[in-house]
């Protein structure tokens, strides 16, 4: 270990860890349940499994690029043992559940000890990291340890506009531990370099994006027959209170007086949140009734999506999707409602997602299948037209999901990476 590497990790170890951990068990976790859950969990894996496991990683919900790429292994590596880690406590049931998932557990504390006793127990053959959720001690001591690390499916924004030195000096340091970074495009890759990564980066795509084909065509829920009607659908998927102060306003007069049905599937429900949205619909003489107690529409009734898991498959059945965060801090995935060949419309927080930003630039028919708005103002513009011709919604349907299909393959090409290993 050159002086470098030794005044980097002293200075994580003695200064910016103690003070993050500081901050979260002082100043966060008493006001945050989150928090406290993963603080109060044991940073050991709960099953134990023999040596030269294959490690994949995610913080929470990235772990929906792990899910391709682990069927893939469960079909034609059926020997390989697979264990996964999360960050968020908020994933850990459907990474359990999964099939092809031997062993699980959350990820220790970014401590020495913690680590040390978590890469003794599982000795890994390779650590697979879903986009970006690297932590310094853990990157150091496998390098260490020489246990390969590869982050796939990685999206790099332009170091260039970012003002946020030291995490760009500790990015580019961790990465560079890693013994290759497989990217989604061209553009993550030109990015990686700008940054100063020097190991062998490569463009693979984005795994997700099998995963969403595959359940378009298996969904994991089936929705009711009488929820299927000859009316478009518009769905608020994963909206927040933000997005919906802007958007609900908007779609009250077409729930009302022009047959268009409306689903909220909230990024966290709750039983308050459905009453006060009930409180509001109600002085407009319109009805909300939770998914998980209806079977089919009835007029002037909207539906609150109360079930966890169903959103991906509810875009089987809208024509029009909304996708939440986008009027907050950052919009949410937009790839599942595309994947079903649904129009979309975002609000201006949307740079986070490189699918929004690569599909508003994407036509079928004259009209970008991602749509930016900034107010009700223009939401309302953009449904308006959509709904002026509603036979063209289930007309486009088929060209956006082929659309979307050219995007896929990147299971295969990702693990052709990762061939060694396997």
Known sequence: ??????????????????????????????????????????????????????????????????????????????????????????????????????????????????????????SPQVLLIAKTDLWPELIFQCWQKKIPVVPFAVVAKNPDRSHLFTFSFFKRWMYNKCEKILCISQEDAKNLKRLGVVV????????????????????????????????????????????????????LNYAKYKNLNVIINPHEPSEKHFEQLQRFFQKQDLNLEKYSQTRSYKPQTLIYGDTIGILADLYSISDISFIGGSFKSQVHSVSEAIGHGNRVIV???????????????????????????????????????????????IEDRGAIQRVFQKHSGATEKTLQSLARWL
């Open 200 to 251: 062998p980066v490569e463009v693979t795509g984005d795994p997700r994006i099998d995963q969403i084909i595959n359940r378009v065509k298996s969904p994991e829920n089936e929705i009711p027959d009488d929820l299927k009607t000859k009316h478009p659908t518009l769905i608020l998927g994963s909206s927040w209170p933000e997005d919906e102060k802007i958007i609900l306003q908007a779609v």
């Open 1 to 122: 270990m050159n002086f470098k590497d030794t005044l980097i990790i002293s200075f994580y170890r003695f200064m910016l860890s103690p003070l993050a951990l500081t901050v979260l068990v002082f100043f966060v976790a008493p006001w945050n349940k989150k928090i406290r859950k993963s603080l109060s969990l044991k940073f050991r894996p709960k099953v134990r499994l023999s040596h030269h496991a294959l490690w994949f990683h995610s913080a929470s919900g990235e772990f929906e690029y792990c899910k391709p790429l682990i069927g893939y292994l469960n079909q034609y590596h059926p020997n390989s043992r697979i264990f996964c880690s999360y960050t968020s406590t908020s994933y850990a049931k459907r990474i359990q559940n999964f099939n092809g998932v031997d062993g699980f557990g959350p990820l220790p504390l970014d401590l020495p000890g913690s680590v040390h006793q978590f890469l003794k127990d599982l």
């Open 347 to 393: 609000g201006p927080k949307n740079s986070n997602n490189r699918e929004a930003q690569i599909f508003k630039n994407c036509f079928v028919n004259g009209s970008p299948v991602v749509s930016e708005v900034s107010n009700s103002k223009e939401f309302s513009a953009v449904l308006e037209k959509l709904l002026s011709h509603p036979d063209h919604l």
